[in-house]
């Protein structure tokens, strides 16, 4: 059964870091690619940075390119989310996805197969 956990989010202010984990089980890692996702009330779910477990290549959204950083530990079966530099914008329901397709690496939300729960990101002003 393949299970995603997100951790780390919390209540930051601007100009503040956090640094969000996404522990994956039951697949084989280097066979999917994982995104970091987010939603805030009344918005769409978009697409934040994404990394593939089989080539290490990247995607990040231009609203955080510069201040987030996206790294596996693939030994760990884990992906992080390093953000920094975090605005009150940034402040949305953060998850994480596994896409099992081959191919290239992709974005957008309705390409990834299996869910985390989210975790909170607040970035008070």
């Known amino acids: 059964e393949v299970q995603l956990v997100e951790s780390g989010g919390g209540l930051v202010q601007a100009g503040g870091s956090l640094r969000l984990s996404c522990a994956a089980s039951?697949?084989?890692?280097?066979?999917?690619?994982i995104g970091w996702f987010r939603q805030a009330p009344g918005k769409e779910r978009e697409g934040v940075s994404c990394?593939?477990?089989?080539?290490?290549?990247?995607y990040y959204a231009d609203s955080v390119k510069g201040r987030f950083t996206i790294s596996s530990d693939n030994a760990k079966n884990t992906v992080y989310l390093q953000m920094t530099s975090l605005k009150p914008e940034d402040t949305a329901v953060y998850y994480c996805?596994?896409?099992?397709?081959?191919?290239?690496?992709?974005?957008?939300?309705?390409?990834?197969?299996?869910w985390g729960q989210g975790t909170q990101v607040t970035v008070s002003s």
């Open positions: 039951g697949f084989t890692f280097d066979d999917y690619a």
């Open positions: 996805a596994a896409d099992s397709r081959p191919g290239p690496l992709g974005y957008f939300w309705y390409e990834y197969d299996y």
């Open positions: 990394i593939s477990g089989r080539d290490g290549s990247t």
